[in-house]
């Protein structure tokens, strides 16, 4: 990307800023969508949430965690707990319930996902080793893919309007072509809770 600028070209990120480099990002509140998808768990009665966080390098994965520990904190829970990082993939996914769930009952009553396909294969995963979603194991995705209204039960997601995504990335970068001159902010939309039905309240308070 530093040798495209380089020679001149015109560069937008779409969900997904880079940190070392001027570019203009176009994107979901990465923050915000890790504490609404908490803090819609803590709603429902749950203290033991991990987190299934795909690549640690990743800003979005890291920005996710960030909203987590925010929603963590301000009920006064420990937000270090219960954490893993492995692909964003829906083997990711299946990997992340391994690692979060150890088979001696201790493990999180709740996951928050970084995307729809990891929660997804933790869905999968569950239902191999003997976890029934919702009533043993709640879970939440993020990105609202069609995928996940076909899984079953329905997943309960964190939906980012990719349309205005789509849309504003487009305008952004034919304003930075027509104008050479131009810098132009980066552009952050919120997203919105979709509750599913793989969300419901712990069979049992810790």
Known sequence: ????????????????????LPVTAVGV?????????????????HRRIGFAGGQEWALPA?????????ALRAVGLDPDCDL???????????????QLHTGNGDGPTGI???NDLM?????????????RVPDDLSVVGFDGIDAAGWTQPPLTTVVQPIDKIAATTIDALRSLIDDQTLTLPDFVFRPELRVG??????????
């Open 84 to 98: 893993t990082y492995t692909e964003f993939t829906v083997e990711g996914g299946r990997a992340a319930l391994r």
């Open 112 to 114: 928050v996902c970084s």
């Open 29 to 45: 509140d990465e923050r915000y969508s890790g504490r609404l998808a908490t803090e819609h768990l803590l709603s429902l009665g």
């Open 62 to 70: 890291r920005e996710k965690l960030l909203g987590r520990a925010d």
């Open 1 to 20: 990307y530093r040798q495209l600028l380089e020679l001149g070209a015109r560069l937008v990120f779409v969900n997904g800023a880079s940190e070392q």
């Open 119 to 131: 929660a997804i294969g933790v869905m999968m995963e569950a239902a191999e080793v003997g976890l």
């Open 197 to 206: 039905g793989t969300t419901v309240p712990p069979a049992q308070s810790p």
